[in-house]
């Protein structure tokens, strides 16, 4: 494993410094260590009485690398995670990379886009799964994902612009258990209009091939569909969406799974702070319907809410199998659902509110989603709400504010699965290499089908830039 991931990132690094002459690049270097201490009150996120506090030394140095060129660019990212756990008299030790690179490998045509990074991940969502990667927790494994994606873009004229992609993702697990899955996606589109035209249109193909352990074959998605925007005046815009989609899976229980769809809607614009957005149509499984309304109170703060009836495929999503046989997977994190070759229609109303003030910005989005699910035929109801805030208090300090309440039902379990989490930290540049701060954060989990818990931590730390 360890040979693979060198080669991985070896091959997405030889292209750029294959590319790169030292008379033309750009080289950036930035290394950096964060030393902090942090106590908590439930080291190994088990339930209250059985909740031992403990303090944990974090050592963390990170490395980041540019280089730059007329034709590529590359970035390396990487990070060694050390943690100390006094009482418990153990340590642990996690290594993250990212590494990405853009070529351009003929002028204005031909592009290559590769990536390769390493992650921790929930092994299992049913069981105690932390906000951040500090907590004492055998729920976790090493993530590998690899990605190469090859396209042609082709600007024709000022309106007209073609792009053909390939991209390959193949992602790992590093503990057994947990399926490997590889994907791979064609998308072929060319638009025509913008740029205060009249009349635009864009027709696309994508194409999906999803496999992994857990199927007896691969999951195939195919859409070719037709975009089209027809402005009437200053103030007023018709829509038409029409195509034809087809899905394969291994499991399904329903017996359409191609046929055509379409969509014919409006866009209006009464007052300049004010957009008015529709569709309604019809889809292979059932009427399709959206609604949107955003205020821009300025051009950096509004208010956006929306309806949405729809038909997702999930093809791409198919990244693990839930641990426990049948079970669908709970919180990834703070939220992120996993679904293993499933179609779901989709009931979701949503409200947003973005600011950006003179010193401070933020942001709170609150939703309601039902999910009805055509091949298990199960369903599950989400609910969250999201806010985050960042407060310059001078020109050296600033605070941050995140809170997350995310609340998830499934008609197949007892109970519901709720996470909370809330975070609050300073921090202060003593100087341009050195900044110091402290973080408070509290986060629960209560539901009948899952490990219940609730932790608080708080922490200082140091970082230094060299």
Request: aromatic share 10%.
């Amino acid at each position: 494993m360890i040979s693979m991931r060198r080669a991985a990132y070896l091959f997405v690094w030889t292209p750029l410094l294959i590319g790169i002459s030292p008379a033309c690049a750009s080289i950036e270097f930035s290394p950096s260590i964060q030393i902090s201490q942090y106590w908590t009150d439930n080291r190994e996120l088990t339930a209250d009485e059985l909740s031992q506090e403990d303090t944990i030394t974090e050592i963390q140095p990170e490395i980041a690398l540019t280089l730059t060129s007329r034709r590529h660019r590359g970035e390396l990212e990487a990070r060694y995670q050390h943690l100390t756990y006094r009482r418990a008299d153990e340590t642990r030790s996690f290594q993250q990379y990212n590494a990405s690179t853009n070529s351009e490998l003929s002028s204005d045509l031909l592009f290559l886009d590769l990536a390769a990074n390493r992650t921790q991940s929930a092994i299992s969502e049913q069981q105690a799964v932390a906000a951040n990667n500090l907590s004492l927790i055998s729920n976790r494994t090493d993530v590998s994902t690899y990605n190469i994606n090859p396209y042609l873009l082709k600007q024709w004229s000022s309106r007209w612009r073609s792009r053909i992609d390939y991209n390959y993702r193949d992602t790992r697990f590093e503990i057994a258990g947990i399926n490997d899955s590889q994907t791979q996606m064609f998308t072929a589109l060319t638009s025509y209009g913008g740029n205060g035209a009249i009349f635009s249109v864009d027709l696309s193909f994508n194409g999906v091939r999803t496999e992994s352990q857990l199927s007896t074959r691969p999951a195939e998605f195919d859409e070719l569909r037709l975009d089209s925007r027809y402005q009437m005046n200053a103030t007023w815009a018709w829509l038409l969406n029409v195509g034809y989609e087809e899905g394969r899976y291994d499991r399904a229980t329903t017996e359409k799974t191609r046929g055509g769809f379409g969509e014919v809607g409006f866009e209006t614009m009464p007052t300049r702070k004010i957009t008015l957005n529709g569709l309604i149509g019809e889809r292979y499984f059932g009427n399709t319907a959206s609604l949107r309304l955003l205020y821009r109170y300025n051009l950096r703060t509004g208010v956006e809410v929306g309806y949405r009836t729809d038909i997702t495929q999930s093809a791409i999503e198919i990244n693990r199998a839930s641990v426990q046989t049948g079970v669908i997977a709970q919180f990834d994190n703070l939220g992120d659902t996993f679904l293993a070759n499933e179609v779901f229609k989709v009931r979701r109303s949503d409200a947003r509110i973005y600011f950006q003030w003179a010193r401070s910005r933020g942001e709170l989005l609150a939703s309601h989603e039902i999910r009805d699910f055509q091949l298990s035929l199960n369903q599950e109801i989400i609910d969250s709400v999201v806010a985050n805030w960042n407060w310059s208090i001078t020109a050296k300090s600033s605070l941050d504010l995140e809170l997350s309440v995310l609340d998830r039902e499934l008609n197949n379990q007892v109970g519901d699965d709720r996470l909370n989490y809330a975070l609050v930290r300073i921090e202060s540049k003593s100087t341009k290499m050195v900044s110091i701060g402290g973080e408070y954060s509290i986060s629960s989990r209560s539901g009948a089908a899952i490990q219940a818990y609730r932790q608080q931590q708080v922490g200082l730390f140091v970082n230094v830039l060299f």
